[in-house]
């Protein structure tokens, strides 16, 4: 009688087998979460670009939503200022502060001068102006993901230590011309006023690259940029590191 045989697998095989199917698991599971964590950096980018466009169009077409109690008497030392429509204070920008990962947004009134300020140009008329935040009117977020605002890590507005960073964005709108104005400074502490520079300084107009740090959820390199002396939403934009740009993240 002739002998017959199971074809199967032997033990290390079937080892064999699983390793390489463990190994292949391990790869496309770190893959996939890379994948995730590089797309939650961007949205977080592009979020935080949308929040600060935003607001461009939020200072053309005015919002009047300070309530009846605010900053306009302080300005004006008139009592008859708490009463909407009866003041001569006016809703005339936005002011925007971003604190490592957390972003405040408020509105902007203004009290124009006793004296004739016709003459002057459009920054040295809002220079001239009374400034204070409605403070009721502030809004509050987060940048999503935990990232957070950092310092570029080498070339022109570099720092030793990127994170964390603090930053002010003052966007007024002319009531002269209608056009729109934006200076920032290095705190939060830096008053209106002080803002209100027409050079590029800072104080002032200067570009700024706010690095978005990833908390170590993706090796970044992406900042979203306010271009010297913006004036609308096109003039913030995301850069990479790799668009020729004299800084980098």
């Given amino acids: ?28 599971l770190a893959g996939s979460g890379a994948s995730i964590n590089q797309q939650r950096y961007k949205d977080s980018v592009t979020t935080f670009q949308s ?3 935003r607001q461009y169009s939020d200072v053309t077409s005015v919002s009047n939503d300070r309530s009846t ?31 490592d990962t957390q972003i405040s947004i408020s509105t902007v009134i ?10 002057l140009n459009d920054v040295a008329q809002l220079k001239a102006y009374k400034l204070a935040v409605v403070s009721d009117s502030t809004e509050t ?17 570099s720092k030793s230590s990127t994170h ?4 002010s964005v003052l966007i007024l709108r002319s009531p002269t ?41 993706f090796d970044g390199g992406l900042a979203v ?6 004036t609308n939403a096109n003039d913030i934009q995301v850069r990479s590191n790799d668009m020729g740009d004299d800084s980098t993240c």
């Fill in 164 to 167: 964390p960073r603090s930053i």
């Fill in 110 to 119: 203004g009290l124009p001068p006793a004296a004739n300020i016709d003459s």
């Fill in 141 to 157: 977020s987060d940048l999503e993901w935990g990232a957070g605002i950092a310092w570029p890590s080498s070339g022109s507005g």
């Fill in 1 to 28: 009688m002739g002998n017959s045989y199971k074809l199967g697998f032997t033990i290390i095989e079937t080892m064999l087998f699983l390793s390489i199917t463990g190994i292949l698991v391990v790869a496309l």
């Fill in 177 to 217: 011309s209608g056009l729109n104005y934006t200076f920032t400074a290095d705190d939060t502490s830096t008053g209106l006023g002080d803002m209100i520079v027409a050079s590029n300084t800072v104080p002032g107009q200067e570009q700024r690259r706010l690095c978005i740090d990833s908390n170590g959820l």
């Fill in 225 to 230: 940029v306010i271009n010297q002396a913006a």
């Fill in 51 to 53: 929040t600060l466009q």
């Fill in 69 to 99: 109690s605010d900053a306009c008497t302080a300005l004006s030392g008139d009592s008859t200022a708490t009463l909407l429509g009866q003041s001569d204070c006016v809703v005339i920008g936005k002011y925007v502060t971003v604190v």
